[in-house]
C-alpha cells in the first residue's frame, strides 16, 4: 500500500508540474526537449530549464532524508545494455518530437493524436522489451 500511496504522489505531482509550468511559462513539461535547449546554443530561458533538471537530480536525495530510506531503484550494471539503450532512448526521442513525459503526461491530456500514437509506440516498445529481457534472454 506504501507503494501505491507513494506512486499517487509523485504522479500527482508530475500533474502538478506539468499544469503549473504550462500556466506560467506556456511550456510543456518534456524532459528531453527541458534539457536538450541546456545544451550549447543555450535557449534563452535556460535558467528554469536547469533549476528543473536539477531538482530531477536532488529529489532522490530530498527523498532519502525527508523519508529516513532510499528509493529503489533497479538497473543493469551490464554497460553494454546501458549504452545502447540510452542510444535508443534518445534516437525515440528525436524521431518522435519529444518523450514520455512530453508526450504521454502532457500531450495526452491535450488530446493530442500525435502523443496518443507516440505514447502507444513507446509502450508497445516497452511491452516488448521487459517480454524479450525476462522471457527470451532470461535476465
Given at each position: 500500500?506504501?507503494?501505491?500511496?507513494?506512486?499517487?504522489?509523485?504522479?500527482?505531482?508530475?500533474?502538478?508540474?506539468?499544469?503549473?509550468?504550462?500556466?506560467?511559462?506556456?511550456?510543456?513539461?518534456?524532459?528531453?526537449?527541458?534539457?536538450?535547449?541546456?545544451?550549447?546554443?543555450?535557449?534563452?530561458?535556460?535558467?528554469?530549464?536547469?533549476a528543473f533538471?536539477?531538482?530531477?537530480?536532488?529529489a532522490p536525495?530530498?527523498?532519502?532524508?525527508?523519508?529516513?530510506?532510499?528509493?529503489?531503484?533497479?538497473?543493469?550494471?551490464?554497460?553494454?545494455?546501458?549504452?545502447?539503450?540510452?542510444?535508443?532512448?534518445?534516437?525515440?526521442?528525436?524521431?518522435?518530437?519529444?518523450?514520455?513525459?512530453?508526450?504521454?503526461?502532457?500531450?495526452?491530456s491535450r488530446?493530442?493524436?500525435?502523443?496518443?500514437?507516440?505514447?502507444?509506440?513507446?509502450?508497445?516498445?516497452?511491452?516488448?522489451?521487459?517480454?524479450?529481457?525476462?522471457?527470451?534472454?532470461?535476465?
Amino acid at each position: 500500500m506504501h507503494d501505491f500511496i507513494m506512486a499517487l504522489l509523485g504522479g500527482a505531482m508530475i500533474g502538478l508540474a506539468a499544469v503549473l509550468l504550462m500556466a506560467t511559462n506556456g511550456s510543456i513539461l518534456g524532459i528531453s526537449g527541458i534539457a536538450s535547449r541546456l545544451m550549447p546554443p543555450l535557449s534563452t530561458d535556460w535558467q528554469w530549464r536547469l533549476a528543473f533538471i536539477t531538482g530531477i537530480f536532488a529529489a532522490p536525495p530530498l527523498f532519502s532524508l525527508v523519508m529516513d530510506s532510499k528509493p529503489t531503484i533497479e538497473i543493469t550494471s551490464n554497460t553494454s545494455l546501458l549504452v545502447i539503450g540510452g542510444f535508443l532512448v534518445g534516437l525515440g526521442t528525436v524521431i518522435g518530437n519529444g518523450c514520455t513525459s512530453g508526450h504521454g503526461v502532457c500531450g495526452l491530456s491535450r488530446l493530442s493524436i500525435r502523443s496518443l500514437i507516440a505514447t502507444g509506440v513507446f509502450m508497445l516498445f516497452a511491452f516488448a522489451t521487459v517480454f524479450i529481457t525476462r522471457h527470451m534472454l532470461g535476465a
